[in-house]
């Protein structure tokens, strides 16, 4: 008889020892180089150790009344460390195992066919399909998407049908989240779109490949972190992520395989023969990552994902990794957040219209927006001083107006001191430019005590106000922000702008649009390569591919927005970089123009724009 409880028995304590591992590395912070990583190593071969075990002793286990939930809540384990371990490092090969064991679990059944009456083991069920929704989205598994969204639609109806004692509005809203989320995203809503992620074989263009690969500043920094920021209110999100952050953090990976479309899960074989996936079988195969990621990609950059932070933690992060930045490197920070409240904000939208008188109406209409400006377009003017780099700001904050809830451009300078790429999509993102306009150019005369030793920051800033056919487009709590779909989909944002749409049966129109593009960009990657009068601030990140093709989309947003709004006073609708980039890729440049009037003779919505001659 003891001998018969032995197997259990350590099984157990396996199950206790790896779960106290994991109680330790679960809540550890998300960003910073060395957060917890000999924790986590631990945890990991806890893990393992239990894993293997109770694949060697499945029979003696199952004897002494080991459930089917039990394995899939051990294989869940595992797959929330390695998608914990993603967001730590960024990773592909981690998500990608995320996905493997999450995927098992639901091909397996593990978490099905238990007593209907057991909810503590209903809720794990419903942990469980909601983790491996995030894991699916961010992985674009668009099929499995739709499958998992099923599977826990009709959990909850079961549930609330079986358990009427017990509230389970939490849960409807999960899946309203994810619903909502899906039927917004791209990826979701044109299946023949583009992956966000880079991909070499859509963009690396062969005609500027020789240029930028012979191309080499004076100073040369590498890409290694990144801070997405998002806060809206009721913006689109599942979970804690947004959808412009998790179209930003898409745009800043390597596609983790060479297939970029979407492929259809395949089921599981041991030995080229199906599996049964209702067997007791608790094989994973923990080598398919190997098959789904390409290991002569370099490594993604580090990316800290925050949402909803408090401006004191937003701060701590950003001196966290400006602390750990290796040497020679930059820091791309992504604030994406409404300007103060009461000021401007997405309802005061323009729609474009097709003839440049009705245009100018628009504009003359809306005095009483431009009067509230009045305080953004001073600092684009440079006409305060030090002490009003603390007038406009971000908003971080539920509601109220709380100074403790404000981030100011002045907040960024001290991180100036270490390279920075600095993405502000805000409706009071002008702001900034004054603050580090005049931050780069008076600083050495001593205007700003103590920072004479500051680098001096790439800026690109979102414009005050978004531009659509359809007001219903703008609204940035349904379809997400205008700005920041140019820098990680352009042809998408070009198309919604415009109230193209675009579907399945639009696949010739798609391929030709996005070719206009790529000829374009190829050509703008050499133009800058070349450019004698290149600042030195985008010069040193230029041999960097994901930077720089948020610098080419950047031209492409500012000349078609141009090209809508051609006319004087109309900045409040133009984004801005900061230092400017050379004149021979200006919004009114041949090679500029060229593409936007190409793209929208091609498109057929010529009519909304206005080119003028160089």
């Known amino acids: 008889m003891a001998e018969e409880d032995v197997v259990p028995k350590t099984f157990r304590a396996l199950v206790e020892s790896a779960d106290r591992k994991f109680a330790r590395v679960r809540d ?65 090969r981690f998500l990608v195992e995320a996905y493997i064991f999450y995927e098992a679990i639901l091909k397996r059944r593990y978490f099905e066919g238990c007593g209907v009456k057991d909810l503590r083991v209903r809720f794990k069920e419903l942990r469980f399909y909601a983790r491996f929704l995030l894991v699916s989205l ?50 979701f809503t044109i299946p023949s779109s583009r992956p966000f992620r880079y991909c070499a074989m859509l963009n690396c263009h062969p005609n500027s490949v020789p240029y930028v690969a012979r191309f080499h500043a004076k100073k040369v920094l590498k890409f290694r972190d990144a801070i997405l920021m998002s806060y809206h209110r009721n913006e689109v999100k599942f979970a804690e992520l947004t959808l412009d952050v998790y179209r930003m953090l898409q745009c800043l990976e390597w596609e983790p395989s060479g297939s970029f479309y979407q ?47 408090s401006l004191t933690h937003l701060i701590a992060v950003m001196a966290t990794i400006c602390e750990e930045l290796p040497p020679e490197s930059i820091m791309l920070v992504y604030l994406s ?10 309802s005061h939208v323009e729609t474009s219209g097709g003839s440049r008188r009705t245009r100018k109406s628009m504009l003359t209409s809306h005095s009483s927006l431009e009067q509230n400006c009045s305080s953004t377009e001073s600092h684009i003017n440079g006409v305060k001083g030090p002490s009003d780099y603390y007038n406009d700001y971000l908003w ?79 609204d940035i709590t349904q379809n ?39 000829t374009a960009f190829s050509k703008w990657e050499v133009i800058l ?14 041999s960097d591919p994901f930077l720089r093709r948020l610098i080419v989309r950047f031209i492409f947003c500012r000349a078609v927005l141009s090209a809508i709004w051609p006319l004087e006073g109309s900045d409040q609708y133009l984004p801005l970089c900061l230092p400017q980039l050379p004149n021979s890729l200006s919004p009114k440049s041949d090679v500029v123009q060229s593409c936007v009037s190409q793209l929208a003779d091609h498109l057929k919505v010529s009519n909304y724009f206005h080119f003028e001659d160089s």
């Open 28 to 92: 550890l912070p998300s960003c910073g180089r060395a957060q917890g990583q000999h924790y986590f190593q631990k945890v990991f071969k806890a893990y393992m150790r239990l894993w293997k075990y109770q694949q060697e002793h499945r029979a003696e286990l199952v004897k002494a009344g080991l459930n089917r939930w039990e394995i899939g809540e051990i294989a869940g384990r595992i797959g929330q460390l390695y998608f914990g371990q993603y967001m730590r490092t960024s990773e592909a």
């Open 138 to 187: 961010i992985l674009n598994r668009t099929e499995m998407v739709k499958v998992v969204v099923e599977k826990l639609r009709a959990l909850i109806d079961d549930c609330k049908a079986n358990f009427r004692e017990t509230n389970f509005k939490e849960w409807k809203l999960v899946e309203q989240e994810i619903l909502r989320f899906i039927n917004i995203d791209t990826t």
């Open 263 to 309: 492929k259809h899960p395949a089921e599981p074989k041991e030995n080229g023969v199906a599996v049964d996936s209702s067997g007791a079988s608790g094989l994973i195969d923990m080598n398919l990552a190997a098959d789904m990621t390409d290991t002569a990609l370099p490594p993604n950059p580090r990316k800290a994902i925050l949402y909803r932070p």
């Open 337 to 346: 957040a409404s300007g103060k409240p009461g000021q401007i904000n997405t």
């Open 396 to 474: 971080l904050g539920p509601k109220g107006n709380g100074g403790s809830s404000n981030l100011y451009p002045g907040d960024i300078i001290p991180f100036t001191r270490r390279p920075l790429f600095l993405i502000i999509d805000s409706d009071s993102s002008h702001a900034f430019k004054a603050v580090f306009k005049r931050y780069v150019i008076v600083s050495c005369r001593g205007v700003l005590h103590g920072a004479e030793r500051g680098e001096k920051a790439a800026l690109l800033l979102s414009p005050l106000r978004p531009t659509f056919k359809g007001p219903s487009s703008a």
């Open 480 to 518: 997400g922000s205008q700005f920041t779909l140019f820098l990680t989909a352009p042809l998408l944002a070009f198309c919604q702008m415009v109230g193209f749409s675009l579907s399945d049966s639009d696949m010739e129109v798609l391929n030709s649009a996005e070719s206009i593009l790529s």
């Open 529 to 542: 390569c070349k450019s004698p009068s290149l600042d030195l601030v985008w010069a040193q990140v230029l």
